[in-house]
């Protein structure tokens, strides 16, 4: 009786263990495939990106150059997300704070203005991966207006970029000291079309008012889902 | 600061990536000096052509033989290899001899500043300042080039 119990023992471990063998090989497989989607996505973006600064190469028409130039700047926006994925341990949540600094990093560095100073106070919120997309480009939209629209003529100035946690929602502020709402150059209608539209996408409420001087926006998002 | 271009192999299979890094260099006070999309390929141009560096993608078009190929030509041909590449997280630990890695996707800006801070760590065998973000410096060539912190991360 004993014997047969042993030998039933082994067969069933024989066999848990095989079936572990196959599960862990589906995972790894399954994690290869992954790794080889995430390689593919960014160098597509990194295509796209070339094709557009190419083309610009070409262009000598300034109002061309600078259409190109935004969506030369959303692209990018869209790409630094993506190469911020997947760096962490947690592919679901997405560091707002880490690509905020990516993101401003780039804009001072391309701009061709020195005298255009930033200052951040950053805290660390993760979002979901879902919602990456949508709040990189609606930073970078309202980053690129401040740039392109807060100080004409060569003028001087601070931008300011705030997050804050605030009780399950959380708040991205842009302040600039600039010309002002009023007085600015009228901005791109469809730049705000797409920080509008991708408001309503991200369930968040947009305020846009007077710094005196300057404009500061205020962008507050729910963190998880529904806002409580 | 030495005014001298510096001679840049580019190893890329994606053409459109590889013309666009092509102007890139230019603005960055580099020279291409050719442009190879395999392994074979990369390895023929690196001893024909002696350039300085070479930017070394991990997937080319015959694999993902980039590794090898900035082994290969750090230690046949004296070049300094530079990855340029979405895998980050896959590169060994020694980077296969490679002073760093620029990850995908990148800005302009990011390999504009990354090549032209390479430049003068390579001609003056010390790094100006702290890396650049968008490149990260293997830990070799941060002791080479005399960084006392760690990389910062790109």
Known sequence: MTDVSEARRLELEQLVADRTRELTQALEQKTALLHEVDHRVKNNLQLISSLLLLQNRRVSDPAVKAAMRAMLDRVNAIATVHRRLFQSDDVERFDVSAFVRDLVADVIGSSARDNIEFSLDLERVDVAAAKAAPLALVISELLSNCMRHAFPDGRAGRIFVGIRRTNGDFRIEITDDGVGVSSAAKSSGFGLTIIQLLCQQLKAKSETTDAEPGTRVLIDLPVNGARS | ?154
């Open chain 2, 1 to 154: 600061m030495n005014e001298q271009p510096l001679g840049v192999l580019i190893v890329e299979d994606e053409v459109l990536l590889a013309v666009e890094l092509g102007f890139l260099l230019e603005e960055a006070g580099c020279h291409s000096v050719g442009h190879a999309m395999s392994s074979d390929e990369a390895v023929t141009l690196a001893h024909d052509l002696q350039p300085e560096l070479a930017l070394v993608d991990v997937h080319l078009r015959d694999g993902p033989t980039g590794v090898e190929v900035a082994r290969t030509i750090h230690e046949d041909c004296g070049a300094v290899a530079l990855f340029m590449t979405a895998n980050v997280k896959r590169l060994p630990e020694d980077f296969a001899g490679a002073c760093g890695v620029i990850g995908k996707p990148y800005s302009s800006h990011g390999v504009r500043t990354a090549l032209e801070y390479l430049k003068i760590c390579m001609r003056h065998g010390h790094a100006p300042g702290p890396v650049p973000v968008g490149l990260t410096l293997s830990p070799a060539y941060a002791e080479l080039w005399g960084l006392d912190a760690l990389p910062k991360a790109g």
